[in-house]
């Protein structure tokens, strides 16, 4: 890892194999990662005043509206990189290959932060390094 995003209110390590790219303006976009494998990207979000609690989180994240097809597999509370995070994983077997989504949420002063990983297939190896940019994170 030896690439730093920074802004004024947090900052993560990503490796040289993962690229910033445009975030296009998305709304409560912070940034936006791809991967070289151009299997992977990861998209960071900031909810203002959102965080209310994990609980509080948790649940308003299973109650997006999500394709049928994009089954939830896992969605819970756990402690990653020593942050207390919410967990969901996702996949859309209806793709070849499947696509599969893994966000881990966490708190910070009442704002709410999500990192948001897409993949296509369910064992690649770009997920390994996702997990290790959202352990270097920390608030600033």
Not at 31 to 49: N, W
Not at 53 to 74: G, Q, T
Not at 82 to 94: F, G, P, Q, V, Y
Request: charged share 30%; net charge negative.
């Amino acid at each position: 890892m030896s690439n730093i995003f920074q802004n004024d209110e947090l900052s993560f390590k990503y490796p040289n194999n993962w690229k910033l790219v445009d975030n296009g303006d998305i709304k409560n976009c912070i940034a936006v990662l791809d991967s070289d494998s151009k299997f992977s990207r990861l998209m960071i979000f900031k909810y203002p005043q959102e965080g209310l609690s994990l609980d509080y989180l948790k649940n308003a994240i299973e109650d997006i509206p999500r394709e049928e097809s994009l089954i939830v597999e896992k969605s819970h509370l756990t402690l990653i990189g020593n942050k207390e995070t919410h967990e969901l994983i996702a996949h859309d077997r209806s793709h070849e290959p499947p696509l599969k989504t893994h966000s881990l949420s966490t708190i910070s002063d009442r704002d709410a932060f999500s990192f948001n990983f897409f993949s296509f297939g369910l064992d690649n190896p770009d997920e390994e390094e996702f997990l290790m940019i959202y352990k270097t994170l920390k608030f600033e």
